[in-house]
């Protein structure tokens, strides 16, 4: 499955600082609002243990690294324009924004806890703060969804089915999709006769997608700025500071450290630059502030539900028709099927599928196998 987190946040929040830091490519950042005026795309990765080290063999990977046994698996990251109060009706940048959060399967919700007046914020204003953005993108898709209502009553009205396949008429510019729109039907209770919804079902209906199927993660940045982040945690947030990631990303790119996770420093750096990175790696092993990569992987294999599977050509050797060892790392739902598998891989396969093998056991599996994480699996096709 295609995975696209985006970035969102009131202006001024740092988020291009921090897609910069993600995807090491480098955008307008600036300390005024609607620095971001387009969305901008790029590609960030979330880490995994990579099955290699099991069989004593280097992988290939055709997209992503592999690094020390992690495997590094690409994902794409959305910089989106600022959000106002607003926004859902198109005030500033909203309906550019509204645009680029359609496609996202996830989002950052980055919270500054400075003012616009350089004061710091108070816990309970930050949160109020990050209500405010969630509600305005609740609004907008809510506002979406009841559009032209009536019209799509009627329309629908001859139709056969469950509600479901009903609203998957209207909700589809989303990206939702059936078990989906089923997934939020079951956490609320709608109505039946969709001519009996009212504003509030709506709102409901909206709330749920962007809590269940399309997750929003509150961030705090800045934290290197706050004295104390743990009652930040205590509400589900996490903290980071974007400049931090930003500094380690320009770091590996000259040469300044040799990875960007233990940041040892490379003969390159000078005593100030160790002192920097230093400062930089005790505020990670004290538990201050977070890296985002660890974030950006806990969002999506645990918040989101995902696996990473690898398919392979040989079961024995686990590796393509060239010899490559575990080219391949596909994010998958954690109750998608080796079926589902094939389909990913290419249409044609999925349309031919004979069996799958299990890559560890040699085990035959049919297609309605669910996978798990880390699974190896060889698809046999017409």
């Known amino acids: ?3 696209v987190i985006g970035i969102a946040g009131k202006p001024n929040a740092g988020k291009s600082t921090l897609f910069s830091a993600m995807t090491g490519t480098m955008v307008a950042i600036g300390d005024y609002q609607f620095t971001t005026t387009e969305t901008s795309k790029g590609v960030a990765y979330i880490v995994s243990k990579c099955p290699h080290t099991e069989i004593n063999k280097e992988c290939n990977p055709r997209r992503g690294r ?8 690409p994902v794409e990251i959305l910089d989106i324009p600022g959000l106002i109060e607003g926004s859902g009706n198109g005030k500033g940048m909203g309906n550019k924004f509204m645009d680029s959060i359609r496609g996202a399967s996830a989002m950052i919700n980055l919270i500054s806890p400075v003012s616009d007046g350089k004061e710091m914020l108070s816990a309970q204003e930050i949160e109020y703060g990050a209500k ?3 509600n305005e993108i609740i609004y907008w898709f809510s506002s979406r969804l009841g559009s032209e209502w009536d019209k799509f009553c009627r329309k629908v009205s001859h139709m056969q089915g ?10 589809g510019f989303f990206g939702i999709g059936l078990d989906e729109i089923k997934k939020i039907l079951n956490y609320g209770n709608f ?5 009996a919804w009212n504003e509030e ?3 409901n209906f909206s709330r749920i997608a962007m809590t269940e199927i399309r997750p929003i993660r509150r961030i705090v940045n800045k934290g290197d700025l706050l004295e104390k982040t743990e009652e930040f945690r205590t509400k589900n947030m996490s903290v980071i500071s974007a400049d931090y990631e930003l500094s380690i990303q320009r770091a590996y790119s000259a040469g300044i450290i040799s990875d ?5 420093p490379t003969d390159k750096a000078t005593q100030k630059q160790v002192d920097a990175l230093e400062r930089i790696q005790s505020d990670f092993r004290k ?8 974030i950006l992987t806990d969002m999506i294999k645990i918040q989101m539900e995902n696996i990473v599977v690898y398919p392979v050509y040989d079961e024995s050797k686990w590796c393509d028709k060239e010899g490559k060892v575990l080219p391949d790392a596909f994010i998958m739902k954690n109750t998608d099927t080796a079926l589902d598998l094939a389909f990913a891989v290419h249409t044609e396969i999925g349309q031919g599928f004979i069996r799958a093998i299990n890559g560890r056991n040699r085990m035959i599996l049919g297609k309605n196998y669910e996978m798990k994480d880390s699974d190896v699996i060889r698809i046999v096709s017409k």
């Open 1 to 3: 499955m295609d995975v």
């Open 66 to 73: 592999c690094f020390s046994g992690s495997r590094y698996i």
């Open 132 to 134: 405010e953005v969630e």
């Open 162 to 171: 469950p509600l479901e396949e009903k609203l998957l008429h209207k909700v």
């Open 191 to 195: 109505p039946e006769n969709l001519s």
């Open 201 to 203: 079902n709506m709102e």
């Open 260 to 264: 960007m996770e233990t940041l040892a």
């Open 287 to 294: 538990g201050k502030i977070d890296r985002i990569q660890k």
